[in-house]
């Protein structure tokens, strides 16, 4: 799948949770690769910062990303409903230090990204696939993510209070495309018992019946009520029983529970990436979702790019008779066993190295290793076959190295080992000649990389 963007800008306008200003945030279509970022205009210089997991900075009462003295909050929800609609590629534009709080949800979002629509780019979308468990918990509360590996994306979310209302709930998101109507609606929650602190925090200043859900669940004096009430600047409201004393219904039984789901999907989104795998999260909350998209990014940063996904037992794109239709090479020089995957800027290519391999007679009889030279002539096949699959009778053309950059060997390759090729475009083709980059891996991890130039060129 490609890239995508918004198709136009959008703002929307509205008083911040925290600081109660009056705040507008205006959504800007972006270039490929460029992420999520937010830009506070009101400052000199109007600072970017990107919408990554190792910017955050606080998770009270919401997400903090932050570059050096310049901060924006409460963006989980934005988040969300960008993350949900598949978009890859924004900039936010915003005259204050937090984003708008809205409804306490995701729903004015939702459908002003359905009324500008969405636009397509030209760049493959790059996904973080969940291979194998990851799990992230905090004793101290009992939070927990787990991340379990699935061809698509998913969330189960469970919550559970100390309270005689809101107890035990669950929700789940089997599909993106259900969150603008099965979630995006859900509101923000508080208890009345934590109104005070939260006011003495300078947390709430823009907090109210309208854009929250309000849980009165510990006997209190109408006096007492009407106190909080006042330090809050809203309506005095008559409370004789336990429940929900927002002035608008719940959207659902289990909107508490959505609505924990939709901040995990917004924190989820600083990962970076779309992510494929099932989420089940338990008592979630800002801290625990950012400190496991973290663990990502620390991934993401250590290796750029993910070892592609390899079942050997799905039909080749190509299998080596086919290869050999297009490629000239042949024993022992065919160093390219089968094609598993194509798209129109890369390819994945894969050779299964055995010990009958020739140059394992001399390259070394006592410790066999895979030359690094032959490591980057198996790359340099399967780029041979991305390029002559962008002309029309590939068998009448082949493809000749033309110059090789930044060679890295990381770790050697022996036989038993399979090798997975990863190679795409870096530019354009341009008369005749691709610049690409390579990557070799056995497992999960890169054994060799490098920069080539190749020239394509019709046989005579």
Same mark, same amino acid.
């Given at each position: 799948?490609?890239?995508?963007?918004?198709?136009?800008s959008?703002?929307?306008?509205?008083?911040g949770?925290?600081?109660?200003?009056?705040?507008?945030?205006?959504?800007?279509?972006?270039?490929?690769?460029?992420?999520y970022?937010?830009q506070?205009?009101?400052?000199?210089?109007?600072?970017v910062i990107?919408?990554?997991?190792?910017?955050?900075t606080s998770?009270?009462?919401?997400t903090?990303?932050?570059?050096?003295?310049v901060?924006?909050?409460?963006?989980?929800?934005?988040?969300?409903?960008l993350?949900?609609?598949?978009?890859?590629?924004?900039?936010?534009q915003?005259?204050?230090?937090e984003?708008?709080?809205?409804?306490?949800?995701?729903?004015?979002?939702?459908?002003?990204?359905?009324?500008?629509?969405?636009?397509?780019?030209?760049?493959?979308?790059?996904?973080?696939?969940?291979?194998?468990k990851i799990?992230v918990?905090d004793?101290t509360?009992?939070?927990?993510i787990?991340?379990l590996?699935d061809?698509?994306f998913s969330?189960d979310?469970?919550?559970?209070?100390?309270?005689?209302?809101?107890t035990?709930?669950?929700?789940?998101?089997?599909?993106?495309?259900d969150f603008q109507s099965?979630?995006?609606?859900?509101?923000?929650?508080?208890? !009345?018992?934590?109104?005070e602190? #939260?006011?003495k925090?300078? %947390?709430?200043k823009?907090? /109210? $019946?309208? &854009?929250a859900? !309000?849980?009165?669940d510990s006997e #209190?004096?109408?006096?007492? %009520?009407d106190r909080i009430? /006042? $330090?809050? &600047?809203?309506?005095?409201k008559?409370?004789?029983?336990?429940?929900y004393?927002?002035?608008?219904?719940?959207t659902?039984?289990?909107?508490?529970?959505?609505?924990?789901?939709?901040?995990?999907?917004g924190?989820?989104?600083?990962?970076?990436?779309?992510?494929?795998?099932?989420?089940?999260?338990?008592?979630?909350g800002h801290?625990i979702?950012t400190?496991?998209?973290?663990k990502?990014?620390?991934?993401i940063?250590r290796?750029?790019?993910?070892?592609?996904?390899y079942?050997?037992?799905?039909a080749p794109?190509?299998?080596?008779?086919?290869i050999r239709?297009?490629l000239?090479?042949r024993?022992?020089?065919?160093?390219v066993?089968?094609i598993?995957e194509k798209g129109?800027?890369?390819?994945v290519?894969?050779?299964?190295?055995t010990?009958?391999?020739?140059?394992f007679?001399?390259h070394?009889?006592q410790e066999p290793?895979?030359?690094g030279v032959?490591l980057?002539?198996?790359m340099?096949?399967?780029?041979?076959l991305l390029?002559?699959?962008?002309v029309?009778?590939?068998?009448?053309y082949?493809?000749?190295f033309?110059k090789?950059?930044?060679?890295k060997?990381?770790?050697?390759?022996?036989?038993?080992?399979t090798?997975?090729?990863?190679?795409?475009f870096?530019?354009?083709?341009r008369?005749g000649?691709a610049?690409?980059k390579?990557?070799a891996f056995?497992?999960?991890k890169?054994?060799?990389?490098?920069?080539?130039?190749?020239?394509?060129?019709?046989?005579?």
């Open positions: 799948m490609k890239q995508t963007t918004i198709a136009d959008f703002s929307v306008k509205g008083k949770l925290h600081t109660g200003l009056e705040i507008e945030a205006t959504f800007n279509p972006a270039p490929e690769n460029h992420g970022k937010f506070r205009i009101d400052i000199e210089g109007q600072p990107d919408a990554l997991a190792e910017f955050v998770t009270t009462r919401g903090v990303i932050s570059r050096g003295e901060s924006v909050s409460t963006i989980e929800h934005a988040l969300a409903a993350y949900a609609a598949g978009i890859d590629n924004c900039l936010i915003l005259n204050a230090p984003m708008p709080i809205l409804d306490g949800s995701a729903r004015e979002y939702c459908e002003k990204i359905a009324q500008v629509g969405i636009a397509e780019q030209k760049i493959e979308r790059d996904y973080y696939i969940i291979k194998q799990e918990r004793d509360t009992g939070a927990s787990v991340v590996p061809e698509d969330i979310t469970m919550v559970a209070f100390d309270s005689p209302v809101l035990n709930q669950f929700a789940s998101l089997e599909r993106l495309s099965e979630i995006s609606s859900s509101r923000t929650f508080v208890f !009345v018992r934590e109104i602190p #939260l006011i925090g300078n %947390l709430i823009g907090g /109210d $019946l309208d &854009n859900i !309000v849980i009165y #209190l004096p109408q006096s007492e %009520l009430a /006042d $330090l809050m &600047n809203v309506p005095h008559n409370v004789s029983e336990f429940g004393i927002n002035n608008k219904p719940l659902s039984e289990n909107e508490p529970a959505r609505h924990k789901l939709m901040d995990v999907l924190d989820i989104s600083l990962i970076g990436r779309p992510l494929k795998g099932k989420i089940i999260a338990t008592r979630p801290s979702n400190t496991f998209a973290k990502i990014r620390q991934e940063k290796q750029d790019l993910q070892a592609p996904v079942n050997p037992s799905v794109l190509l299998d080596n008779n086919q239709e297009f000239p090479h024993y022992p020089f065919l160093l066993d089968k598993i129109e800027n890369y390819i290519g894969v050779k299964n190295v010990t009958n391999e020739p140059f007679q001399g070394f009889p290793v895979m030359p032959l980057v002539e198996a340099a096949q399967t780029g041979g390029v002559l699959g962008t029309d009778e590939p068998e009448r082949s493809t000749y033309m090789i950059d930044n060679v060997f990381r770790q050697k390759v022996v036989p038993g080992d090798l997975i090729f990863h190679v795409s870096m530019t354009e083709l008369r000649c610049v690409m390579g990557y056995v497992g999960e890169i054994v060799t990389e490098c920069e080539f130039m190749a020239q394509i060129i019709k046989n005579k």
